[in-house]
């Protein structure tokens, strides 16, 4: 592909096994297959203990599917973030999918060295807005992960936030939800269990559609009435 004008070849394997004993060392996929085939691209990466964390971009999974890898992963000690995610930051390390939007997104929001403030949301489009504000306002991103806007995310806010609660480095913690599922729920039981105790800040966005003069359309499979 080209960089600007520079021409740069990147090695291209049709075989997952053979690539994977060139590269041990290797233990995160991005999988950027469509809905149609992204289900048995997935269980294909879920062959080989080697990869740890999958990132599934394609939006539309059929829910069946979904909570299937759901369940695979979580019985492996595997970590899917989505479908239908962007991916995730982790700054002045790597980025995981398109998470963080364009280079000169990049560039404004500092993504190019660690911040304290680590942050799970549901849409993909948000979180490089989070990105921003964020940056503004602290000093910058820990880690940035989008769950995904389907119905069935294989890794959920809990997931994230367990781990953000971990670290040492992240030491203000950021939720953006939005209306539907109940996702949020387990994140407001875990801080009246005292699961979570770092500082967080919570947004579900929706919330103002009731004020809008017509009816308001989500685009998430997740943002259901229940």
């Not at 991005?30 to 294909?44: D, G, K, W």
């Not at 990049?106 to 504000?133: K, Q, T």
Request: glycine share 12%; proline share 4%.
């Amino acid at each position: 592909f080209y960089w600007s004008s520079t021409e740069m070849m990147l090695p291209v394997h049709h075989r997952l096994d053979r690539c994977l004993e060139q590269f041990p060392e290797v233990d995160t996929v991005v999988n950027f297959a469509s809905a149609r085939s992204a289900y048995e691209a997935t269980l294909e990466l879920l062959g080989h203990q080697q990869i740890r964390c999958i990132v599934i971009i394609a939006e539309g999974v059929p829910e069946k599917h979904a909570r299937h890898l759901q369940q695979r992963a979580r019985a492996q000690g595997v970590v899917i973030i989505g479908p239908a995610t962007v991916g995730g930051v982790k700054p002045g390390c790597l980025r995981l999918g398109n998470a963080g939007g364009r280079l000169d997104n990049i560039v404004a929001s500092r993504l190019h060295r660690p911040g304290s403030v680590a942050f799970v949301s549901r849409s993909g489009g948000l979180s490089n807005e989070l990105n921003n504000i964020i940056a503004q306002h602290t000093d910058g991103v820990y880690e940035g992960v989008a769950i995904g806007g389907d119905r069935f995310p294989a890794s959920d806010f809990m997931d994230h936030l367990l781990r953000y609660e971990r670290e040492p480095g992240a030491q203000l913690l950021v939720l953006l939800g939005e209306v539907g599922g109940e996702l949020e729920y387990d994140v407001c039981d875990a801080l009246k269990a005292g699961r979570l105790t770092k500082p967080l800040v919570a947004w579900c966005s929706g919330t103002v559609a009731a004020h809008f003069p017509y009816d308001v359309q989500f685009g998430h499979a997740g943002a259901l009435a229940q």
